[in-house]
């Protein structure tokens, strides 16, 4: 009987130590940490689907502007680039989703009277292979500026970086710092 008496003051005591409250705490602090990790890796693969979706629109609008018309949009300004594709992009040109904004850039042979290659370009947040290869050699980087391969460039901040190139797969750069992937689509 004495020990049912031990027992029931036992279970009658109210209250957590010290320790079991501290445990309870670094419980959720490690869950806490994780989630926001797995939220922010998250919200970056969004943006970058983002970014490829947009780009992808942004191809056909220009696909079908150079079937419309025989060439892609002659290059002048990014503002009248979105002029030109208006009718093939009725929410206008596509808008970066981050608050750190990336360029977007568009080249072209010939400049006011392109040739019929172009290529639109953007880098992406996570260095990261590229399904579809632009010119199906997943070795090769094609440069896009400064070289032969494309005459001119506009990019939507106005500036144009020097070296501006696109690699298939890997670490191809469209800011020319060498930290991220460009995500490159056109005709070459």
């Known amino acids: 009987m004495r020990g049912g008496v031990k027992m029931f003051r036992k279970l009658n005591q109210k209250g957590f130590t010290l320790i079991e409250l501290l445990v309870v705490i670094a419980i959720i602090g490690i869950l806490s940490t994780m989630a926001v990790v797995a939220l922010t890796s998250a919200n970056t693969k969004a943006r970058d689907a983002k970014r490829q979706s947009d780009l992808k ?13 025989g060439n892609p949009p002659p290059l002048s300004t990014w503002t009248l680039l979105g002029t030109a594709l208006a009718d093939y992009l009725p929410g206008g ?4 989703p981050s608050s750190t904004a990336r360029d977007w850039c568009y080249c072209v042979n010939g400049g006011a009277t392109p040739t019929g290659k172009y290529l639109i370009a953007t880098s992406l947040e996570r260095s990261q292979d590229i399904a579809s290869d632009i010119d199906a050699n997943a070795a090769a980087t094609l440069l896009i500026y400064g070289g032969a391969t494309y005459d001119e460039c506009i990019c939507s901040d106005a500036t144009i970086p020097a070296g501006l190139d696109c690699q298939d797969s890997g670490a191809g750069t469209v800011d020319d710092d060498g930290s991220t992937t460009a995500l490159c689509l056109g005709s070459v």
Do not use: K, R, S
């Open 93 to 96: 040109l596509p808008e970066d």
């Open 57 to 69: 629109v942004m191809q056909t609008a220009i696909e079908m502007y150079a079937t419309d018309n």
